[in-house]
Nanobody, 122 residues
Framework: DVQLVESGGGSVQTGGSLRLSCAAS????????MAWFRQAPGKEREGVAA???????TYTYAVAGRFTISQDNAKNTLYLQMNNLQLEDTAMYFC?????????????????WGQGTQVTVS
């Protein structure tokens, strides 16, 4: 079975940093498309960052310049480095994977999801 397990969330003050990890099993991050989404209470799940099979990243406007998505193929792990965190970044962060190219900021096209890791900024 494909498993995506997020970790690295926690509580941080505004301006602080966190690095999230998504450990994949039964799936190769080097051959698929990966992304991070987030969801705050009472809000829709929204895209944060995505990375293609060539390692090219894409970011949504809210996080561009502050967050960096990357992957370590040897460790089969996806990362999200979050810098200069703001109150509005508070959310549950989810890792997602797709075998083929999909609409990045739509939740519908992603084949696999992790259970999320909570990020709280105060």
């Amino acid at each position: 079975d494909v498993q995506l397990v997020e970790s690295g969330g926690g509580s941080v003050q505004t301006g602080g940093s966190l690095r999230l990890s998504c450990a994949a099993s039964g799936y190769s991050v080097s051959t698929g498309y990966m992304a991070w989404f987030r969801q705050a209470p009472g809000k829709e799940r929204e895209g944060v960052a995505a990375i293609d099979t060539a390692g090219a990243p894409t970011y949504t406007y809210a996080v561009a310049g502050r967050f960096t998505i990357s992957q370590d193929n040897a460790k089969n792990t996806l990362y999200l480095q979050m810098n200069n965190l703001q109150l509005e970044d508070t959310a549950m962060y989810f890792c997602a994977a797709a075998f083929v190219k999909t609409c990045r900021w739509s939740t519908m096209g992603w084949n696999y999801w992790g259970q999320g890791t909570q990020v709280t900024v105060s």
